[in-house]
């Protein structure tokens, strides 16, 4: 079964920044959606940043100006450049692709820490 692999997570001191990759361990068709999601320890998973396949993007209130996601449609990747890092950005990031007929694929995650 095809996944999404994830990389680029690590430590780092507040106030840095970390490049996160995705991308599917197989083909994957008529993908629209792809996004990064975050949950750290005793809270929900949530949104970190959206972007469709037209490059219209949605962003968290919490990493506007700070986080950038962008993708590369002809690979099947997604991108996120996070700047400014806090401690409250630690987590364990997830990237998300769902196609057009609304399939959904999950990576394992990357861990994201950041120190004070």
């Known amino acids: 079964q095809v996944q999404l692999v994830e990389s680029g997570g690590g430590l780092v001191q507040a106030g840095g920044s970390l490049r996160l990759s995705c991308v599917p361990s197989g083909r994957i068709f008529n993908i629209n959606l792809m996004g990064w999601y975050r949950q750290a320890p005793g809270k929900q998973r949530e949104l970190v940043a959206l972007i469709t396949r037209g490059g219209i993007i949605n962003y968290a209130d919490s990493v506007k100006g700070r986080f950038t996601i962008s993708r590369d449609n002809a690979k099947n990747t997604v991108y996120l450049q996070m700047n400014s890092l806090k401690p409250e950005d630690t987590a364990l990031y997830y990237c998300?692709?769902?196609?057009?007929?609304?399939?959904?694929?999950w990576g394992q995650g990357t861990q994201v820490t950041v120190s004070s």
């Open positions: 998300n692709a769902e196609t057009y007929f609304r399939e959904g694929y």
